[in-house]
């Protein structure tokens, strides 16, 4: 919040709106000592947030970021010099990781950022110059009003709103700018094992809602990581029993990829304690991806069927 209030802008020219899902921390308490204005979210999801605050906009842009983020002071300043276009509806840059941040959520931040999972959100690779992308982070991203007033309200996926968004706008023929001088400090509160895997399940859950709204959504790679799991472990389980030095060549493979990224990060990073890490995130990504997926690919629409069967009756 102090980030917010501290920018480098004139603090009549903008207001800061909290949308809250009845947290029992300090929240509320924190956001309107410093004059936020608050209102609730009851469907428990961001993108629920974020429809319950697009309602109450009249400015003429609308800049997001989350709870563990903070903004740099001229988050807003910078950003507003890239809508000289007029078909720019959006602007965000990198989100990254503060140095003060635990070894266990860097090691995430360098998987993400050379994930297929973020291939088509490039502010995960730290751009450096601006560049028109196909998607920019909810966390870090500032658009014009009218746009998504156009667009708004979201279908509230779990996950992938801000893909989801993103994806609408540009069809409508629009443009999206990342750019290095827009960027936040993203603590990633999921930044355990235990908190990563969900995350990563809840991530591909959204993937494939959003997919069944706009097929092109999901791309192949996503469906071919999204089942992998049962394939990979029964292609172990054969062939240990027809041939234990192939299935010991085919773990000393996965092994050596798993090595090459962990030594990868250590050239770039520099950090130990960083490095180590990053093979066992390898490993929660994707197992979390894969359980997500199948679960809402292959149970998904049924359990909406029966929800929406019990609604009728």
């Known amino acids: 919040m102090k980030s917010l209030i501290n920018l480098d802008y004139p603090e009549e020219c903008?207001?800061?709106?909290?949308?809250?899902?009845?947290s029992t921390d300090k929240t509320v308490e924190i956001s309107r000592k410093y004059g936020a204005k608050v209102f609730y979210e009851e469907g428990g999801t961001r993108a629920s947030a974020c429809n319950v605050g697009i309602a109450q906009v009249h400015g003429d842009y609308v800049a997001f970021t989350d709870a563990d983020c903070v903004v740099d002071r001229k988050w807003l300043r910078n950003s507003?010099?890239?809508?000289n276009d007029g078909y720019v509806a959006g602007?965000?840059?990198?989100?990254?990781?503060?140095d003060d941040a635990v070894p266990f959520c860097k090691a995430i931040d360098f998987v993400i950022s050379h994930s297929i999972f973020s291939a088509d959100a490039t502010y995960a690779k730290k751009l450096g110059t601006p560049s028109e992308v196909e998607s920019i982070a909810?966390?870090?991203?500032?658009?014009?009003?009218?746009?998504?007033?156009?667009?708004?309200?979201?279908?509230?996926?779990?996950?992938?709103?801000?893909?989801?968004?993103?994806?609408?706008?540009?069809?409508?023929?629009?443009r999206l700018i990342d750019a290095p001088d827009i960027f936040v400090w993203h603590y990633r509160?999921?930044?355990?094992?235990?908190?990563?895997?969900?995350?990563?399940?809840?991530?591909?859950?959204?993937?494939?809602?959003?997919?069944?709204?706009?097929?092109e959504m999901v791309k192949p790679l996503h469906k071919l990581v999204g089942f992998s799991l049962p394939v990979i472990f029964l292609m172990i389980i054969i062939l240990y029993s027809i041939n234990k030095l192939v299935f010991l060549s085919v773990i000393g493979?996965?092994?050596?990829?798993?090595?090459?990224?962990s030594i990868k990060c250590l050239y770039?990073?520099?950090?130990?304690?960083?490095?180590?890490?990053?093979?066992v995130v390898i490993i929660?990504?994707?197992?979390?991806?894969?359980?997500?997926?199948?679960?809402?690919?292959?149970?998904?629409?049924?359990?909406?069927?029966?929800?929406?069967?019990?609604?009728?009756?």
């Open 268 to 279: 770039e990073t520099g950090s130990l304690n960083v490095s180590i890490r990053v093979p």
């Open 80 to 83: 507003f010099k890239y809508f």
């Open 138 to 174: 909810g966390c870090n991203s500032i658009y014009r009003t009218k746009v998504l007033k156009e667009v708004f309200p979201i279908d509230e996926t779990t996950t992938a709103e801000d893909t989801l968004l993103n994806h609408r706008i540009r069809m409508m023929g629009l």
């Open 91 to 98: 602007v965000g840059g990198p989100n990254i990781v503060p």
């Open 14 to 22: 903008y207001e800061i709106i909290v949308v809250d899902g009845h």
């Open 189 to 215: 509160h999921w930044d355990t094992p235990e908190l990563f895997l969900k995350r990563m399940i809840s991530y591909s859950k959204g993937r494939v809602q959003v997919g069944r709204l706009y097929k």
């Open 284 to 313: 929660i990504e994707w197992i979390g991806w894969s359980i997500g997926y199948m679960e809402e690919a292959l149970l998904g629409g049924k359990r909406r069927y029966l929800m929406f069967k019990n609604k009728k009756a």
């Open 253 to 261: 493979i996965g092994i050596s990829f798993l090595i090459f990224f």
